[in-house]
């Protein structure tokens, strides 16, 4: 994330809350299945609060979070209930 900090720091407030909005979409869209990487470069870059190619390709509890918070902050209530689900389903498993 250095990297999105840099580059944040030269944006507007405006700016800012437009990319972290599709960063938590694209995010949304990877997750849930509707968006492979490389089809989200072709749709609309690749903002993403998460490493997609990273070695064990887990994302942290932490990014789910964030998420559904984003998405609370946005009233989109039922991608916050969809990424619960998928984040319960992963971690609920990893506790068991």
């Known amino acids: 994330?250095?990297?999105l900090s840099i580059y944040m720091k030269k944006k507007s407030k405006n700016q800012k809350g437009v990319i972290f909005n599709d960063m938590y979409k694209n995010a949304y869209y990877v997750i849930t299945g509707r968006l492979v990487v490389e089809d989200l470069l072709?749709?609309?870059?690749?903002?993403?609060?998460?490493?997609p190619y990273s070695q064990n390709h887990?994302?942290?509890e932490e990014i789910y979070d964030d998420m559904i918070n984003h998405f609370i902050t946005t009233e989109e209530y039922?991608?916050?209930a969809h990424i619960k689900k998928i984040k319960d389903s992963i971690y609920n498993n990893k506790n068991s």
């Open 42 to 51: 072709d749709y609309n870059g690749c903002a993403l609060p998460f490493v």
């Open 1 to 3: 994330m250095v990297e």
């Open 78 to 80: 039922e991608k916050c």
């Open 58 to 60: 887990e994302i942290k």
